[in-house]
């Protein structure tokens, strides 16, 4: 035992533990092992070799190298960063990154084969059995199936010895996308902005674009020539797409299949594993050479990355708030820096942090003022609540209702747009005027009337909904307050009965196939009425959809979060875009109680850049991101008194350091999750301060009782 391995395991440990590396197993950086911890040998990965120095302590052996492949040097560096970034232990981005490897290998499958004996009678049928058999064989139900004969022949030439019983792993390879075929027809800004990132692509170093262009303006055609690009430059090169929603992950699929001729990887939470350790390792391998997924996406071990594009960078769904807390996009430019490889952050209504960085010259900027081919941006108009309020019981005002009806009589469709779930946010008892809240916490519970269940959408709780108070037993005196979709559904039904109506949000669209289908239903025009939340608002294209009613405006602005604003609009943005996106002019009308509100005001003029102006220079005035930064910490404990005892412990441990400013700790918004009390720290700096070296000096100056969680959130988007 010449050598020691550092090896570093997914689990919550503060660092990589020293091993013996046993005679004869030639270990190598990257190599994943398994290694004795505790009464139990667990899985790892060897972060670094040196050789062993006399007088050490005797260490224990790695007890196996495991047969899978080895994580590549960029992965490993990157996994190193993302733990230092985020302030968290290295074992979590680590099994992020592993997570394709832990789902078990493929078992061999029972196919047939052909043996080379001629059948002891021929037929047709028989003969086309043995004319479609490929010499990799086939299972006896694929087999019957291509020939288009019953079993019953397939048996028979088995009995006779012309088919042989065979046993194989599924080694289906990924397609070789061909970035030579022909792309989209260009616009003159799409193609000089193609330019641009293709030109990129074949520098292979590291640079950062921002494609900032209106919605409809073909953003996905013009990053799809830098993929091309990449792949040309480099025919073993890798591509990476984020998107931020799963809904979103078909439509891109098919369009890159059709770029380039072959299907990509996909990569989110319902991939099924045995696909996902397809991907994987096909990843791993560089057979899989384009990969569309999720935000973890980004920790897949890729082996010649060269290009990373995340689509709709705006959007808040790439911030991971449980387990290991991240943002996709300021880890992809991460990543991209540690690989060498551009990165292109694609969207109509940008994050502020990408335009200040493109503003001040460190993104490249490329603008799309307007959208592809005869489209034109769709009419704003906002519709005074005060003014023309809905009738007693329902939800949707006049104006709007008139301008559904007129959609509908001219064959085309209308989008209703609120980001509510369910039938009713709350439910409030009409005798006692009790609040249904989900046990132990301070989250309602919002009314699903599809099902007849009433769900917590913090916690995952669910109940089918009493007949009575729980609180003072009063029966039938539970009543739903306020609109989610399926009540929006339900009053747009009455108003329109013949219509053909939808719901689109994750509890009707539970998988990408589904969502894949109700896109291609409303694209085709099968719907007439959609309802949606923002599942629907970001990314589609329907042909035929001229209006958008955006129901509950102000929902968005609720609250104390400073991103209130910023989200708003760029939400709204992204819903009224999808009208009018083809020859058919759009418009959009925007329910609201408070039209003079300067995000109100930006959508109607759609001036964007003087709405970005206000809001920069607010954040400007008092240090907020991107002018400074901010950083979290939010404690949790069953007992509140330890919670609020350890709380002033934390305060008093806080590091005294320059331009660094600690609130807290506070009561969080949501105080009870779970039966957890919680409390939080704000951490305030300015742009030249390591935040993330605070942080983590911060809590290794604590050490929490058992029952008492910490968790470090660097640059924090909730505020709950």
């Known amino acids: 035992m010449s050598r020691i391995a550092s090896i570093l395991i997914p689990m919550p440990l503060p660092e990589a533990f020293d091993y013996a590396e046993p005679e004869g197993m030639a270990l190598s950086v990257g190599d994943q092992v398994r290694v004795p911890l505790g009464p139990r040998d667990v899985r790892g990965v060897v972060m670094a070799l040196r050789e062993a120095a006399g007088g050490n302590r005797p260490l224990k052996p790695v007890s196996e190298c495991l047969d899978e492949p080895p994580l590549p040097p960029g992965t490993l560096a990157f996994v190193q960063w993302a733990g230092r970034y985020a302030a968290d232990l290295p074992g979590a981005p680590l099994a992020i990154a592993l997570r394709g490897a832990r789902v078990p290998k493929p078992r061999p499958v029972r196919i047939l084969r052909a043996t080379g004996v001629a059948p002891a009678r021929a037929t047709p049928a028989r003969a086309r059995v043995l004319e479609v058999l490929p010499d990799t064989g086939l299972s006896g139900a694929d087999l019957s199936r291509a020939a288009g004969v019953s079993a019953g022949v397939v048996k028979s030439l088995l009995d006779e010895g012309v088919l042989a019983v065979d046993f194989a792993v599924d080694r289906r390879s990924f397609g070789r996308p061909d970035p030579t075929l022909p792309g989209a027809e260009l616009n003159a800004s799409q193609a000089a902005a193609a330019v641009d990132l293709a030109g990129m692509a074949r520098a292979a170093s590291f640079q950062v674009a921002l494609l900032d262009g209106v919605t409809g303006s073909g953003k996905t055609e013009v990053y799809l020539e830098a993929v091309a690009a990449a792949l040309a430059a480099d025919p073993e090169g890798q591509a990476l797409i984020l998107l931020p929603e799963i809904a979103l992950t078909q439509a891109v699929i098919a369009r890159v299949a059709g770029r380039f001729g072959a299907e990509p990887g996909e990569w989110h939470s319902d991939v099924a594993p045995p696909a996902r350790r397809r991907v994987w390792e096909g990843v791993a391998s560089g057979d899989c050479q384009i990969v569309v997924g999720a935000r973890s996406a980004l920790f897949l071990p890729f082996r010649n990355l060269r290009l990373i594009v995340v689509d709709e960078e705006h959007d808040g769904s790439f911030k991971q708030e449980e387990g290991f807390i991240y943002h996709a996009r300021d880890l992809a430019v991460a990543r991209g820096r540690i690989e060498g490889a551009p990165v292109v952050l694609a969207s109509a209504t940008p994050s502020l942090e990408s335009l200040r960085n493109a503003e001040t010259g460190r993104y490249r900027w490329l ?260 002018f400074g930064r901010l950083a979290a910490a939010i404690l949790s404990g069953p007992d509140a008194a330890q919670l609020e005892a350890f709380a002033r412990t934390m305060a008093e441990a806080a590091p005294n350091a320059q331009g660094v400013i600690v609130y807290g700790p506070a009561e969080a918004p949501l105080g009870l999750v779970r039966g957890r009390r919680r409390k939080r720290f704000l951490v305030q700096a300015g742009r030249d301060v390591d935040l993330s070296a605070y942080m983590a000096a911060w809590r290794a100056r604590v050490r929490p009782p058992g029952a008492i969680r910490v968790t470090l959130d660097i640059d924090p988007y909730s505020f709950l």
């Open 367 to 626: 603008r799309l003022a307007a959208r592809h081919g005869s489209a034109r941006m769709p009419d704003i108009d906002l519709i005074d609540l005060r003014e023309t309020p809905p009738e007693s019981g329902r939800w949707l005002s006049p104006p709007l209702v008139t301008a559904m009806a007129e959609t509908w009589a001219r064959g085309e469709q209308s989008l209703l747009f609120l980001n509510r779930r369910g039938y009713a946010p709350l439910v409030l008892c009409k005798a006692c005027g009790e609040r249904l809240r989900a046990p132990d916490s301070d989250s309602w519970l919002v009314e699903h009337r599809y099902t007849g269940r009433l769900v917590c959408h913090l916690t995952g709780f669910s109940m089918p909904k009493p007949a009575a108070c729980p609180h003072c037993g009063a029966k039938d005196s539970l009543t739903a307050i306020g609109p989610g979709v399926e009540r929006l559904e339900e009053e747009a039904r009455g108003l329109f009965p013949g219509a053909r109506i939808a719901v689109f949000s994750s509890d009707t669209v539970f998988d990408a196939r589904e969502a894949r289908r109700m896109v291609q239903t409303m694209a085709q025009g099968d719907i007439d009425i959609l309802v949606a939340t923002q599942a629907a608002a970001k990314g589609h294209n329907f042909p035929n959809l001229t209006l958008v009613g955006v129901v509950d405006a102000d929902l968005g602005l609720r609250g104390g979060d400073l991103r209130a604003g910023e989200r708003t609009y760029q939400l709204l943005a992204q819903a009224t875009g999808r009208a009018g996106r083809h020859d058919r002019p759009g418009r959009a009308l925007i329910q609201t109680y408070a039209p003079e509100h300067p995000v109100m005001q930006a959508l109607k003029a759609q001036d964007r850049d003087a709405f970005v102006a206000a809001e920069m220079a607010e954040r400007e005035a008092a240090g907020l991101p991107p």
